[in-house]
């Protein structure tokens, strides 16, 4: 799903998120991502697969234009 003034797709947009979650959380297999294109910037979240399973998981705003990561809040 992109816009007129989005060229960072949302493939790219979860590789980019991949990439800096890789590296505080190393293992991303028990993580359910979804990202979604809200106003010209993509929201990529983590959400621990199993209900049981305690804590949380990175999110990220990633811009739609250059791909810069605008913000990011880790949930441990």
Same mark, same amino acid.
């Given at each position: 799903?992109? +816009?007129?003034?989005?060229?960072? /797709?949302? @493939?790219?947009?979860? @590789?980019? #998120? +991949?990439? /800096? #979650?890789?590296?505080? =959380?190393?293992? %991303?297999?028990?993580?359910?991502?979804?990202?979604?294109?809200? /106003? !010209? +910037?993509?929201?990529? /979240? =983590?959400? %621990?697969? !199993?209900?049981?399973? #305690? $804590? $949380? $998981?990175?999110? =990220?705003?990633?811009? !739609?234009?250059? $791909?810069?990561? %605008? !913000?990011?809040? =880790?949930?441990?």
């Amino acid at each position: 799903m992109t +816009n007129p003034g989005t060229t960072i /797709d949302e @493939a790219a947009a979860r @590789a980019i #998120a +991949n990439e /800096d #979650a890789r590296q505080v =959380y190393r293992d %991303l297999g028990i993580y359910r991502i979804k990202a979604e294109l809200k /106003d !010209g +910037n993509w929201h990529v /979240d =983590y959400e %621990l697969e !199993g209900e049981a399973m #305690a $804590g $949380g $998981g990175p999110h =990220y705003v990633i811009s !739609g234009s250059t $791909g810069a990561i %605008l !913000g990011r809040r =880790y949930e441990q």
